[in-house]
């Protein structure tokens, strides 16, 4: 027995030699294992970072895109509104213009009509003033293919070439929006003969 126990004993110690080996290549592989596990983690942490920083941007850029878009319904929502009541508005200044001048001869009724449409004509102009709509009237001024239409040119020395001598119809803008163009006559050198 005395000999068997040894022999156990000499197994016990082969094993424990082989397991010892085995923990210490399984203690280098857990090791790798782990520094593998911790690298991955740290990679997934900072692409989640990342993920999130880029979340939090684009977040930023639509609110401020958001405040944008707000801003110029603010202040151009009223565009299209403001376009179909400039023919109101010539409409209007027509009836004034063609007004009779001495109104001494009208009767009351007839007076009384003409001041109503002129005030209205006034309170309109007002209501585009608060709105930021702009009369474009370039009489006298160069011509700028942005803001006007030339109708026609017309040979002439009194003025430098490209001068508007006529507006026929006004252009109006809204804060910096062309509404409408000026319609206008521009002159142009006369041709010597």
Do not use: C
């Not at 401020?64 to 023919?87: F, M, N, P, W």
């Not at 109104?103 to 608060?130: A, R």
């Amino acid at each position: 027995m005395t000999k068997n126990k040894k022999n156990n004993n000499k197994d016990i110690n082969k094993v424990t030699t082989e397991e010892g080996v085995s923990e210490k290549s399984i203690e280098k592989e857990l090791d790798e294992n782990a520094s593998n596990i911790n690298e991955n983690l740290k990679l997934e942490i900072e692409k989640a970072i990342d993920d999130r920083k880029r979340a939090l941007a684009d977040a930023e850029n639509t609110r401020r895109r958001s405040i944008k878009d707000l801003e110029q319904a603010r202040k151009y929502g009223h565009l299209s509104l403001s376009r179909e009541i400039l023919s109101v508005v010539d409409s209007l200044e027509k009836a004034v213009l063609s007004s009779p001048k001495e109104q001494d001869k009208l009767s009351d009724e007839v007076k009384n009509f003409i001041i109503g449409v002129e005030m209205t004509l006034e309170q309109l102009k007002q209501v585009f003033s608060n709105h930021n709509i702009t009369r474009i009237d370039p009489i006298g001024q160069k011509f700028d293919y942005n803001i006007h239409q030339a109708m026609f040119e017309k040979e002439t020395d009194e003025v430098e070439q490209g001068t508007i001598i006529e507006v026929m119809q006004p252009g109006w803008s809204l804060h910096d929006r062309l509404l409408r163009p000026a319609m206008v006559g521009v002159s142009k050198k006369k041709i010597k003969q």
